[in-house]
């Protein structure tokens, strides 16, 4: 895999990252987002759909707990995920754990990793994680590692968490180092370090000496809807300490389900790359994406304005970058989720519709909720780019923290 | 198509098998030509399994079906006229059927209490007791707008006997007349009878006479599939067509199983609807000729052939039984991937069946199929009975 830094605004940076193994030719421009999946496959969208959603190449990731528990039969096909799951035109992407979910804290124990299935605890161990990556033919994998730390964590689960990392991640780069068939898979360095300013220096200082393709900012959260309430400004001088002690021009990737207005600040920062857990999270809470991240839809946006807001809806705690498509407010409304939008959700079915179908249970409400919700995150990255190349990450962070729906 | 002066449905024989009863046409309705016999998936709340409409039209999908009683009670009425009616609300550009809620009668049955004036029933959604009038019901399915509507029958378990089905039967004619009389969109909407009768060849035979002076543009043949035996089944349905006008689409309702569906139309049923295929597909049960395939069991974990070789639809094309496996009980993306897949095998069967007969080769279709379908040999004696009566001889 190659990594290319080719333009460091006033905040952010663009890039391109390409030569993946055995895909000549496909190339991502960063920032960009990992396709969250689930089970192999984009949560409610089948491969057929997901061609009417978006063009994009996309880089499926693809959580171990979740791919986990159907192991042996990808071992006994002798495929790669991608081809098991029905997704060989996409590359893939293995992490230890599943940013769209919250992981039970506590369960790691000596160099046993817990990995929570649908099945229930699992636990990994290097050898053993080392082995499944080899069966599963990623493109690129973060090593094993525990990031089972939040902003509560104390001194000593920190630093246990540094020092099991440490030991795990020597042993998978190891192993990578001596595999014939991992030579031209990219592997990942996770930094740890919790909320330690600390902790985070000596990581990356660590880090920074291996050999690898980029590095994931692990510790900050414990997945699931835990990384949207994290304000950024905690956030910020822990991620700053841990880029000026790595190198360059290597890929800095930061997985959860942030608020957008902290991600903005994040890729000013310098993180290359993302995934889409807040779309899916949003999506199973009932809700759609509709914060503004152009001018032109900061005027649409406020159209909720004109609709009358339920006391449901005032006493709820809903982020403010999504409207609750369960609330009866949408029940008689005929106009698409964003009038602007164009995804397939807005431009053919209205709130009224998918309001509909969300509160029959129907398996649709869900797939048009993720068909847009999907759209809206992909094209905010668009705007990312754009606003980095104009230096315009300031205007555009702004935007999308400062609107709020008039209430 | 208002300004036009062309009927609400057009039927046209364009082929007939030269020894059955099958035979192949072409009905035109208002959102789309349907090409018969054709089985029409069952959308039941303005939605087929989580399928997008751009799905099924890719599935060459022309007509799905919706419940009335269901789509009366939620979204209701008045958001369904607001929103222009069904094909609009959930944005289906072809051809729409409603039922007339009757049918959730007999598995209301409990509940409800059947008068001359309609249905009263307590709503399993909240308690509230409604009453389901042939006027109501009509309204109803004017508000959803669907090229075709049933009219309320009064619908008798299909193994009760006595005076309660010719009651019933006789109930169905006048609710008939009361159902023509409330209908306001007869430009854009046609309404069928619904032929009655239980299992009694006689009551049938009254009921589809009664119903045929009333000069419909198509008919169905009801309050079967509940129950009764098979043998009675197909009689009833054998007796029905050769009553019905020749020029017009009959319509066996809540059949649905491929068998059932050969076999009926050798009979010379034109269309049909079942909640089977895309139910089955929720559970991981996905259909072939053979039969079905429960995807859940564990023998599929290392099966890496799609569900049926021969099948062209997008789960077959693209995925593997192990896979599907895999996610089958956990991931709503499976429901979809074996809901396409039966889908098009219930559309591709009618493909198969109408082309056959158009080359007049349809025994040897059936033949064909039923020597896949009961490799043994070891045929039910009802479908050799059936397609004896038609002239086609099993080995």
Redo the contacts between chains.
């Keep these: 895999m190659k990594f290319l830094v080719n333009y460091s605004g006033k905040c952010g940076r663009l890039g391109v990252l390409s030569d993946m193994c055995n895909r000549e030719g496909e190339t991502f421009l960063t920032p960009f987002l990992t396709m969250y999946t689930r089970g192999g496959n984009v949560p409610h969208i089948t491969h057929e759909v997901l061609q009417l959603l978006t063009k994009e190449n996309l880089l499926m990731h693809m959580p171990l707990p979740n791919i986990m528990t159907v192991f042996p039969s990808i071992g006994a096909s002798g495929q790669s995920v991608s081809e098991f799951v029905g997704l060989k035109e996409y590359p893939s992407y293995v992490t230890p754990q599943d940013p769209g979910i919250e992981t039970p804290s506590g369960y790691n124990k000596g160099d046993q990793i817990a990995a929570w299935t649908k099945n229930g605890k699992r636990t990994v161990d290097p050898l053993k994680y080392m082995n499944m990556v080899e069966k599963l033919k990623p493109d690129i994998y973060l090593a094993l590692c525990d990031g089972d730390t939040d902003s509560d964590s104390s001194k000593k689960r920190v630093l246990k968490s540094m020092t099991r990392t440490s030991k795990l991640f020597r042993e998978c780069y190891n192993h990578h180092k001596a595999s014939a068939a991992l030579q031209s898979v990219a592997i990942l360095a996770p930094i740890e370090g919790g909320y330690d300013l600390n902790a985070r220096r000596t990581t990356s200082e660590e880090m920074a000496g291996y050999d690898v393709d980029g590095y994931v900012f692990d510790g900050f959260h414990t997945n699931g809807a835990t990384a949207e309430i994290i304000s950024c400004d905690t956030l910020e001088p822990l991620v700053r300490e841990c880029l000026e002690r790595l190198p360059k021009d290597k890929l800095r990737v930061i997985h959860g389900a942030w608020h957008p207005a902290t991600l903005i600040r994040l890729v000013a920062l310098g993180c290359d790359v993302f995934d889409t857990s807040l779309p899916y999270l949003s999506t199973e809470r009932g809700s759609a994406l509709v914060f503004p991240f152009t001018d032109n839809m900061s005027q649409y946006t406020p159209l909720i304005d004109s609709l009358k807001i339920s006391e449901k809806e005032k006493i709820s705690i809903n982020p403010p970058y999504e409207i609750s498509m369960d609330d009866d407010v949408h029940k008689e409304v005929f106009q698409p989720i964003l009038m602007d939008c164009s995804c397939l959700a807005c431009k053919q079915h209205t709130r009224a519709y998918i309001h509909h179908l969300l509160t029959s249970q129907e398996l649709l409400g869900k797939v048009l909720l993720m068909i847009h919700n999907l759209h809206h995150y992909l094209e905010f990255f668009r705007s990312i780019r754009t606003a980095i190349k104009n230096d315009s990450l300031d205007a555009l962070h702004h935007l999308v923290q400062y609107h709020r729906r008039p209430l | 198509m208002p300004g036009k002066a062309s009927p609400a449905l057009t039927f046209k024989e364009l082929g007939r098998c030269s020894i059955s009863k099958a035979r192949v046409g072409i009905m035109s309705l208002p959102h789309e030509d349907v090409d018969t016999p054709v089985f029409m998936p069952v959308g039941t ?3 087929i ?7 099924l039209e ?1 599935l060459n999908c022309q007509i799905i079906l919706g419940n009335t009683y269901h789509l009366g009670t ?2 209701g009425i008045s ?1 369904l006229k ?2 222009g009616g069904l094909h609009k ?3 289906w550009p072809r051809a729409l059927l409603t039922d007339s809620g009757g049918f959730q009668m007999v598995s209301l049955l409990e509940l409800a209490e059947i008068t001359e004036e309609g249905v009263k029933f307590k709503s399993p959604y909240d308690g509230s007791e409604c009453m389901l009038t042939p006027e109501h019901s009509t309204e109803i399915q004017n508000a959803i707008g669907a090229d075709i509507m049933m009219q309320l029958d009064d619908v008798v378990h299909s193994t009760t006997t006595g005076p309660r089905v010719e009651e019933a039967m006789h109930r169905t004619t006048r609710w008939l007349d009361r159902c023509m009389k409330a209908h306001t969109r007869d430009h854009d909407q046609t309404i069928f009878p619904i032929v009655q009768g239980g299992l009694d060849p006689d009551l049938r035979k009254q009921s589809a006479i009664q119903h045929m002076e009333r000069n419909s543009r198509g008919f169905a043949i009801g309050g079967l599939s509940g129950g009764e035996s098979k043998d009675e089944f197909w009689k009833m349905v054998h007796l029905s067509t050769d009553l019905l006008p020749k020029d017009k689409p009959r319509y066996c309702m809540g059949v649905g199983f491929a068998e059932d569906l050969v076999v009926c139309c050798a009979l010379g049923v034109d269309m049909y609807d079942c909640v089977f295929p895309t139910r089955t597909a929720r559970f991981g049960c996905a259909l072939v000729d053979e039969g079905q395939l429960n995807l859940k069991n564990i023998a599929f ?2 099966d ?1 052939r799609p569900i049926d070789s021969d099948c062209t639809c ?2 077959c094309k ?3 039984r ?2 599907l ?3 089958v009980t ?4 499976a ?3 074996v809901s ?1 897949h039966n889908i098009a095998y219930q559309l591709r069967l009618m493909g198969r069946i109408r082309s056959s007969i158009m080359e007049d080769t349809y025994p040897d279709f059936v033949k064909g199929f039923m020597k896949r379908k009961y490799h043994d040999g070891n045929y039910p004696q009802w479908i050799v009975d059936a397609l004896n009566a038609v002239g086609i001889k099993l080995e």
């Design positions: 709340k303005g939605t399994k989580g399928l997008l409409p751009q799905q890719a939620k979204p958001i607001k929103a609300f959930m944005s974990e290392c890496f997008s789960t693209r995925y593997t192990a896979y496996h895999s996610i956990t991931e709503t993306v429901c979809q991937l396409v």
